[in-house]
């Protein structure tokens, strides 16, 4: 069953992928947020044009020709792009085979912890504490992420004193069975974050992600080496080479990849599979209520090596406006701290055809001029 159209609907956060085989069966995928009215131009330029005309199951091939195609541009774009084909015909297929994605890789539906995760740091550690206690009295959530430092802050913090005030605050509001988890955003040189590291194992924290520049390698494997916290990374990384030699070296405990950032969910299957044979679990970033949130939903319930919970955005529409309005149907619902993979077919979502409307629109068909 060949590819015959690539369609994509875009706005500057969000661009959705349709995806039409001859046979007229579709599905529905998305590209990464953020500039993603550029990306949507990667697709057509870099993408369709190898994927038109092609067998619309075989997922693997067009992930693995594509980046060869394209062998000068092996960078993020590309693979944003291509992230927006694969998810597509995952969608379709399991349309026209009645399964969710989770059980075309291997998994089931299901529940899944999730952890609330806060992306703020334009916010007192009170407020912060306040806000977060009373996301647990209304969800249950019983894991909790914040920010501390300054994203690529060079051992700066938000303000002065911010981080050693939250910290031991966070702590002190909730329970010694609820989790907390923090994020540097590549804030710290390995001699600080390692300071820092241990300031945090002494308040209970569990998880340290991204404490160091996301690139220098080297510099966060001295600070998992140095720390028993849990450290955290890969998100940004969407090389496949790149991710083996992060897992070859032990960078991290915990590998972090982003379906979307990555170039969807044959590539990111196979991060997760590198990492299980060397016996690291995968807690995927998913920092938004776009698609990537349920991408990982899918991921989580599929592979053998599945951390803790899912990453579960708090933020409302004062920081993320445009993550509003995205779908008819929700897939989001938190119940006693956990989200659900349902049994519908596919992704399981119908796009808002409001926000479909407004949307600018651009496709490539096969054997079009």
Same mark, same amino acid.
């Given at each position: 069953?060949?590819?015959?159209?690539?369609?994509?609907?875009?706005?500057?956060?969000?661009?959705?992928?349709?995806?039409?085989?001859?046979?007229?069966? =579709?599905?529905?995928?998305?590209?990464?947020?953020?500039?993603?009215? +550029?990306?949507? *131009?990667?697709?057509?330029?870099?993408? @369709? %044009?190898?994927?038109?005309?092609?067998?619309?199951?075989?997922?693997?091939?067009?992930? =693995?020709?594509?980046?060869?195609?394209?062998?000068?541009?092996?960078?993020?774009?590309?693979?944003?792009?291509?992230?927006?084909?694969?998810?597509?015909?995952?969608?379709?297929?399991?349309?026209?085979?009645?399964?969710?994605?989770?059980?075309?890789?291997?998994?089931?539906?299901?529940?899944?912890?999730?952890?609330?995760?806060?992306?703020?740091?334009?916010?007192?550690?009170?407020?912060?504490?306040?806000?977060?206690?009373?996301?647990?009295?209304?969800?249950?959530?019983?894991?909790?992420?914040?920010?501390?430092?300054?994203?690529?802050?060079?051992?700066?913090?938000?303000?002065?004193?911010?981080?050693?005030?939250?910290?031991?605050?966070?702590?002190?509001?909730?329970?010694?069975?609820?989790?907390?988890?923090?994020?540097?955003?590549?804030?710290?040189?390995? @001699?600080?974050?390692?300071?820092?590291?241990?300031?945090?194992?002494?308040?209970?924290?569990?998880?340290?992600?991204? %404490?160091?520049?996301?690139?220098?390698?080297? *510099?966060?494997?001295?600070?998992?080496?140095?720390?028993?916290?849990?450290?955290?990374?890969?998100? =940004?990384?969407?090389?496949?080479?790149?991710?083996?030699?992060?897992?070859?070296?032990?960078?991290?405990?915990? +590998?972090?990849?982003?379906?979307?950032?990555?170039?969807?969910?044959?590539?990111?299957?196979?991060?997760?599979?590198?990492?299980?044979?060397?016996?690291?679990?995968?807690?995927?970033?998913?920092?938004?209520?776009?698609?990537?949130?349920?991408?990982?939903?899918?991921?989580?319930?599929?592979? %053998?090596?599945?951390?803790?919970?899912?990453?579960?955005? +708090?933020?409302?529409?004062?920081?993320?406006?445009?993550?509003?309005?995205?779908?008819?149907?929700? %897939?989001?619902?938190?119940?006693?701290?956990?989200?659900?993979?349902?049994?519908?077919?596919?992704?399981?979502?119908?796009?808002?055809?409001?926000?479909? @409307?407004?949307?600018?629109?651009?496709?490539?068909?096969?054997?079009?001029?």
């Amino acid at each position: 069953m060949k590819i015959k159209a690539i369609e994509t609907f875009t706005n500057e956060f969000v661009c959705f992928v349709r995806v039409t085989s001859e046979t007229g069966a =579709q599905g529905w995928g998305q590209v990464a947020p953020y500039y993603a009215d +550029i990306t949507a *131009q990667v697709v057509h330029r870099q993408v @369709a %044009p190898y994927a038109l005309g092609q067998d619309a199951f075989d997922i693997a091939h067009l992930m =693995q020709i594509i980046p060869e195609r394209e062998h000068k541009f092996p960078g993020s774009y590309l693979r944003r792009a291509m992230g927006g084909l694969d998810t597509a015909l995952y969608d379709l297929r399991g349309k026209l085979e009645g399964k969710p994605v989770c059980e075309l890789l291997g998994g089931t539906p299901g529940k899944i912890r999730a952890y609330a995760s806060s992306m703020k740091r334009d916010i007192t550690p009170q407020a912060e504490a306040k806000r977060l206690k009373k996301l647990q009295d209304q969800f249950g959530f019983d894991a909790f992420k914040f920010r501390i430092g300054s994203e690529c802050g060079h051992d700066r913090d938000e303000w002065p004193g911010r981080t050693e005030e939250i910290v031991p605050l966070i702590r002190k509001t909730f329970a010694d069975d609820t989790s907390l988890l923090v994020d540097a955003n590549s804030c710290y040189s390995p @001699a600080k974050a390692i300071e820092i590291g241990r300031f945090l194992e002494d308040n209970g924290i569990s998880h340290y992600e991204e %404490p160091c520049p996301y690139w220098h390698y080297d *510099q966060t494997r001295q600070v998992t080496e140095a720390l028993d916290i849990d450290v955290t990374g890969g998100e =940004q990384d969407c090389s496949l080479v790149d991710w083996q030699r992060m897992i070859d070296g032990r960078v991290v405990d915990i +590998i972090q990849p982003d379906v979307c950032y990555l170039g969807g969910m044959w590539r990111t299957m196979k991060v997760a599979e590198m990492a299980h044979a060397a016996g690291i679990p995968c807690t995927p970033h998913a920092a938004n209520w776009s698609l990537v949130t349920l991408f990982t939903m899918h991921l989580l319930r599929a592979i %053998p090596n599945p951390g803790k919970y899912l990453e579960f955005s +708090i933020e409302e529409a004062d920081y993320y406006p445009w993550q509003y309005g995205l779908f008819s149907n929700s %897939p989001y619902d938190i119940v006693d701290g956990h989200a659900t993979v349902t049994d519908a077919p596919g992704w399981g979502i119908e796009i808002n055809p409001d926000w479909l @409307a407004r949307s600018s629109y651009r496709i490539s068909e096969l054997g079009a001029k």
